[in-house]
């Protein structure tokens, strides 16, 4: 699903959204790189995201919810 064909709703809520992977690399350049290309490959197995809701308090101070573990392999 392209996410940019997502309409916004005013109900909509933030979220933070994760993926981790553990790479060797000569440094945080090209492991953020390597990275990069693990997970726009078209045959990666880079679907499983850690998606956690992003509450405010009562001052406005950004809070994470619990994390939730969505699996999006097909």
Same mark, same amino acid.
């Given at each position: 699903?392209? $996410?940019? *064909?997502?309409?916004?709703? *005013?109900?909509?809520? !933030? $979220?933070?959204? !994760?993926?981790?992977?553990?790479? !060797?690399?000569?440094?945080? !350049?090209?492991?953020?790189?390597? *990275?990069?290309?693990? =997970?726009? *490959?078209?045959?990666?197995?880079?679907?499983?995201?850690?998606?956690?809701?992003?509450?405010?308090?009562?001052?406005?101070?950004?809070?994470?919810? =619990?994390?939730?573990?969505?699996?999006?392999?097909?």
């Amino acid at each position: 699903m392209d $996410y940019r *064909a997502e309409t916004a709703d *005013a109900a909509d809520a !933030e $979220y933070r959204v !994760e993926w981790t992977i553990d790479i !060797e690399a000569a440094g945080p !350049e090209q492991a953020a790189r390597r *990275a990069l290309v693990i =997970q726009r *490959a078209p045959d990666s197995i880079a679907t499983v995201f850690e998606v956690r809701r992003i509450n405010r308090d009562e001052k406005g101070h950004r809070q994470l919810g =619990q994390p939730t573990t969505i699996d999006l392999t097909h």
